[in-house]
């Protein structure tokens, strides 16, 4: 079974600039999550989307959204880029993100913001 | 998140046993106990998880004390690819998914 894959795997924006970064869960998987990285803060949540609802949210600025299609299938936005943005952004993906339902990561998107 | 202690470093010869413990003190009966670990500029990889009894699959094993008041995790016979930050983490049954890793511990597997 495939995992967890990420679109694109690198990108270099500049300040003010808007992004669009994708994910595709595991076959099967209904829920999928957002998650920021960064040296200084640690792995952080951004928000979480089950059958095309985001049903948990961080505390992230209204600058980070997100959504899911049909087939599960998510994508996040980070629109007005700031410097403070650069970051690897990890998707995860699990059956129904309830219970002890683990957690499956993708290989991050690594966003720099000049 | 200051659920969990580990500590920041720690070696270990290729072939041995890694032996990574991780202390949460203030658990909740309704808490299970997680691992993950990153790879350099990889993203997390699911180790394992348990409650209260120990737990074994085929990356490591799991053992949990009595008192569910601290944990280790090992890796029975570590390699050069198991170099990586590993996470240990709390997370309620029945919570939808918020992962937060604290720092972690860097295991750096030796030739």
């Known amino acids: 079974k495939a995992g967890v894959t990420q679109t694109p795997r690198y990108l270099i924006k500049t300040r003010g600039q808007q992004v669009t970064l994708s994910c595709s869960p595991i076959s099967g998987h209904r829920s999928v999550s957002w998650y920021q990285q960064t040296p200084g803060q640690g792995l952080q949540f951004l928000f979480e989307y089950f059958s095309e609802t985001q049903r948990n949210k961080g505390n992230f600025p209204g600058r980070f959204s997100g959504r899911q299609f049909s087939n599960s299938r998510s994508e996040m936005n980070v629109s007005t880029l700031e410097l403070g943005d650069s970051a690897l952004y990890l998707c995860a993906s699990s059956l129904s993100g309830q219970g002890t339902d683990t957690q499956y990561f993708g290989p991050g998107t690594r966003l720099t913001v000049l | ?111």
Request: charged fraction near 15%; charge should be neutral; proline fraction near 6%.
């Open chain 2, 1 to 111: 998140d200051a659920k969990t202690t580990q500590p920041p470093s720690m070696d270990c010869a290729e072939g041995r046993a890694a032996n990574l413990p991780c202390n949460h003190s203030t658990i909740s009966g309704n808490e299970y106990v997680y691992w993950y670990r990153q790879i350099h500029s990889q993203g997390p990889q699911y180790i394992i998880h348990g409650l209260k009894n120990n737990e074994t699959n085929e990356m490591a094993s799991l053992i949990i004390t009595e008192d569910r008041k601290s944990s280790t995790l090992i890796l029975p016979h570590a390699t050069l690819r198991d170099t990586a930050v590993y996470y240990c983490i709390v997370l309620p049954i029945g919570s939808a998914r918020q992962l937060t890793f604290g720092s972690g511990t860097q295991l750096t597997v030796l030739p």
